[in-house]
């Protein structure tokens, strides 16, 4: 009864948070769009249904306690494909970079409600593999594969955003993908800046995660 009345309250304050901020940020776009008579930064709509992709994979196997080993690693492994492209939504302020638009504070405001947006539905969704993992094997287990979950999204941001790979990659174009891998990890030195930013990029999604979890933690019913 009590695993019940948590798992309300879990799926309620994620639906409404979600709700509010997805609301926001559509609204911010689309008053963006009528004030500068500009479509520029719809690509934040694709960007964010991207991100949505891995939150309702695991929101689907959450109502599945007792799904199949193999099943749920493959699962798993596409949720883990798309998990990067929530959190890619930060990088996108590198765009006010060539903005020369009189609504600059607009712009910003558009991109930080979608970025929210993003770490929102990355939490989320790591919050529950983090959980959907525990029962598989233990809370210390889970929590070390989520720092690693939470490493390799931040590389694979750094692949979206430099390299620009996308999550289908892997399926429609490997051998490219495979062999600027190869050589980001065997080439440390050449590819310096690859390793500062997964390793910074990771380090701020860490942190953010304990907040987090922390914060969830605390508002569970009593």
């Given at each position: 009864m009590e695993n019940i009345k948590e798992l309300s309250f879990n799926k309620y304050?994620?639906?409404?948070t979600l709700s509010i901020t997805l609301c926001s940020s559509f609204f911010l776009l689309l008053v963006r769009m009528k004030l500068a008579h500009s479509f520029h930064y719809s690509f934040l709509m694709w960007n964010l249904f991207l991100a949505v992709?891995?939150?309702?994979?695991?929101?689907?196997?959450?109502?599945?306690?007792k799904r199949e080993t193999l099943s749920l690693m493959?699962?798993?492994?596409g949720w883990?494909?798309?998990?990067?492209?929530?959190?890619?939504?930060?990088?996108?302020?590198?765009?006010?970079?060539?903005?020369?638009?009189?609504?600059f504070w607009l712009d910003a405001l558009v991109i930080s409600a979608f970025a929210l947006s993003g770490l929102l539905l990355f939490y989320f969704?790591?919050?529950?593999?983090?959980?959907?993992?525990?029962?598989k094997l233990n809370t210390e287990k889970a929590n070390?594969?989520?720092?690693?979950?939470?490493?390799?999204?931040?590389?694979?941001?750094?692949?979206?955003?430099?390299?620009?790979?996308?999550s289908w990659d892997i399926v429609s174009n490997p051998a490219n993908l495979f062999i600027d891998i190869a050589n980001l990890l065997v080439n440390p030195e050449?590819?310096?800046?690859?390793?500062?930013?997964?390793?910074?990029?990771?380090?701020?999604?860490?942190?953010?995660?304990?907040?987090?979890?922390t914060l969830e933690q605390q508002k569970r019913p009593h």
């Open positions: 304050t994620a639906l409404s992709i891995p939150y309702a994979i695991t929101t689907y196997l959450k109502r599945i306690p493959l699962w798993l492994c883990l494909l798309f998990l990067p492209n929530a959190p890619y939504i930060v990088t996108d302020f590198v765009h006010l970079k060539y903005n020369h638009s009189n609504y969704s790591l919050l529950d593999f983090n959980k959907i993992i525990a029962k070390y594969l989520s720092i690693l979950v939470l490493f390799a999204s931040a590389f694979g941001v750094y692949l979206g955003r430099f390299f620009r790979y996308n050449y590819m310096k800046e690859s390793w500062i930013f997964t390793i910074t990029f990771g380090v701020f999604l860490c942190g953010g995660f304990w907040v987090f979890k």
